[in-house]
């Protein structure tokens, strides 16, 4: 019943970082955007570039890509891979809250 309210795969897959409220360090994410960093802490990537998500910060996820760089990226610009144990904890939470 809430998969469809939450668009949690059931099996794992991407999962748009909006949707996630936590995730762990190093969780795969992909870049669906190209930004262009404005501040030291920010890093620059482009569209499709695979990343490791390390933490959220407000409306931000710091991001490591592939030759070690890390910065911010903005959470709208990033998707997660979430596994199915991930998976089914966020819509555990999600109802949880609710109630």
């Not at 920010?42 to 998500?53: D, L, N, P, Q, W």
């Not at 144990?85 to 966020?90: A, D, M, V």
Request: charged fraction near 25%; include cysteine; glycine fraction near 6%.
């Amino acid at each position: 019943m809430f998969k469809n309210i939450f668009l949690a795969p059931e099996n794992g897959g991407w999962v748009d970082s909006m949707q996630v409220e936590h995730f762990d360090p190093y969780t795969p994410g992909q870049l669906t955007k190209n930004f262009t960093a404005t501040v030291a802490d920010e890093i620059s990537v482009t569209r499709g570039t695979t990343v490791k998500a390390l933490y959220r910060d407000d409306q931000w996820i710091y991001v490591q890509v592939s030759d070690g760089r890390k910065g911010f990226v903005p959470q709208t610009y990033c998707k997660l891979l979430l596994n199915a144990r991930n998976s089914k904890k966020e819509v555990v939470d999600k109802v949880r809250a609710l109630y």
